[in-house]
């Protein structure tokens, strides 16, 4: 797996931040696959003047605009060494939803948990799964992204996450590196899913 950080100016990065489906192109277009040939996952962070955009992926970056700073390495030795009973500090971009059937339609859609309690116990139902347990864990702002579909696929879209911040323990490190890897939750084109950790 690699880690890899792009940086862009702010003004150069605008039109990506407008429109989700346009910053999903750019990042996809450093590896010239699709997201899920490719396990990409990433979450952008707006510092200062400077856009950084940090992704997971099992290739390294081949196309790299002109306007953009990258570094990569590879983490999979890193990756390899999380242990059962390790804690990490964890933060995390996620979207808890649940699927609700619409009247009159065939498929389900995803819908947003509004309810602080739900969301927790959103939370602690993919920790479960996903080979962790949270020791601790603060909700923090609430995010919003947009863009545009083509209209046989419904045109303007939305998406909610939120930001969550703790601390964790490695229950099953299989499960867990696989989550590292393919990310919690939906809407992971779209700059949710991607776990970041550090060892505490």
Known sequence: MYLIKAELDRRQARGLLADCQQMHRFITGFFGTNRQDGQILYRTNLIQNKLCIYIYSQ????????????????VTLWLDGMEAGQLWSFDLI?????????????NSRRRILRQP????????????????????????????????????????????????????????????????????????????????????
């Open 59 to 74: 290739m390294p970056a081949a196309h790299i605009p002109d306007n953009c700073a990258l570094q990569q390495r590879d």
């Open 117 to 200: 309690q739900e969301r927790q116990e959103w939370l602690e139902r993919k920790a479960e799964q996903n080979g962790f347990v949270i020791l601790h864990a603060q909700e923090q702002e609430q995010l919003h992204v947009s863009g545009r579909h083509q209209t046989d696929k419904g045109g303007v879209m939305y998406h909610d996450a939120y930001h969550y911040q703790g601390v964790l323990q490695i229950t099953a490190p299989e499960a867990f590196r696989r989550a590292m890897q393919t990310g919690i939750g939906s809407g992971k084109a779209y700059g949710f899913g991607m776990m970041m950790v550090k060892r505490v």
């Open 94 to 106: 996620a979207a808890p939803t649940k699927k609700v059937i619409s009247e009159g339609k065939k």
